[in-house]
């Protein structure tokens, strides 16, 4: 299984917006019970798209700049990412065919 990368306000370019790859980011907090809910999905969504897409976390608490910078006001707030450009936002614990879906997409 593949691990998921906790993302900073430091590196986020480097890993999310110059990623070779789409990128599925979960801006969550320790404190959600939704975002903790979703966790397993997302653990096991990093591990059947190793290779062709990434999951990373970004804990809203602590990287205030980025989770602003994509006005994130409610979590969990999942943002897909393809070459650096926001291609799909999906707010609230969404099902696990809902994510594979968008990732899917941003594969194509």
Avoid: H
């Avoid at 059947?48 to 910078?69: C, L, T, W």
């Avoid at 006001?73 to 650096?84: A, E, Y």
């Amino acid at each position: 299984m593949a691990d998921i990368t906790e993302v900073t306000d430091a590196n986020f370019q480097q890993e999310v917006l110059d990623s070779s790859v789409p990128v599925l980011v979960d801006f969550w907090a320790p404190w959600c019970a939704p975002c903790r809910a979703i966790a397993p999905v997302l653990e096991e969504l990093a591990g059947e798209y190793d290779g062709r897409a990434r999951v990373v976390k970004v804990n809203v608490d602590d990287n205030q700049q980025v989770a602003a910078s994509y006005g994130v006001r409610s979590i969990p707030n999942l943002i897909v990412f393809k070459q650096g450009q926001v291609a799909e936002q999906i707010v609230g614990a969404a099902a696990k065919p809902k994510l594979a879906e968008a990732l899917d997409q941003a594969i194509s």
